[in-house]
Structure formats: C-alpha cells, structure tokens
C-alpha cells in the first residue's frame, strides 16, 4: 500500500509542479523562473507544515497520509521540499554543521552536476 501511495501521490505531485510553473511561467530563453521558484517555496511551506504536525503524532511519518503526501505528492512536486526537512531536521537536533554542510554540499553538487552534465553533452557533441 505504501508504494500505491507514493505513487499517486507522485502523479498528483508532479501534475501540479507542471500546472504551476507553467501557469506562473519564467524559465524559458532567459526570463526569470517565477514557476518553479513558486512552486519550491510553496513546497518548503507545505513540507514544514507536514512536518510540524507530524512531529506530535507517533509514527506520522511512517502512514499512509505521509507516504501519500509528502514522499509522494511533495517529492513529485518539488525535491527541495526533502532537502529542507532533511536540513530542518539537523538544525532542530542541534547539528548546525552538518546542516550548513548539507546546504553548502547540496548546493555545490547539484549546480555543478547540473553544469557537468551539460559540459558532457557539449563534448560528445
């Protein structure tokens, strides 16, 4: 049941991420990417909220409401969504370095594997 979960929370996720972004628009041949900034933010939003109300439910984040919500639709939606809670999380258990590590270590891997794989597209061009 949880894989069902994920996985229609998954369509659900990755429907709306395509509705809002494209219905903000930005992002294409130069403009600003107001659509998916939109849809981060509001990712970060609503995965704190998950968050947060989970935080007094024992075993909220194993159910089929979390599985469906926040792996699912909020994972489709945005990924930035797991990296915030994930980050939230080491700062909330007193681990300010690890979670300034995790910032910086993100931020660095993903723009600069963004960047490679680009390079290698151009390369084997």
Do not use: C, K
């Amino acid at each position: 049941m949880e894989a069902i979960a994920v996985l229609a929370g998954g369509a659900l996720g990755g429907m709306a991420r395509f509705w809002l972004a494209d219905l903000l628009g930005g992002g294409r041949h130069g403009s600003f990417p107001w659509g998916i900034l939109a849809v981060n933010a509001s990712g970060a939003v609503l995965a704190g909220v998950a968050a947060a109300l989970a935080a007094g439910s024992a075993g909220a984040a194993s159910s089929l409401a979390w599985q469906l919500g926040v792996v699912g639709f909020l994972g489709s939606y945005t990924t930035v969504s797991s990296f915030s809670l994930q980050t939230l999380a080491l700062f909330h258990d007193g681990r300010t370095g690890q979670a300034a590590a995790n910032i910086v270590a993100s931020l660095v891997l993903t723009l600069g594997g963004v960047g490679l794989g680009w390079a290698l597209v151009g390369w084997a061009a």
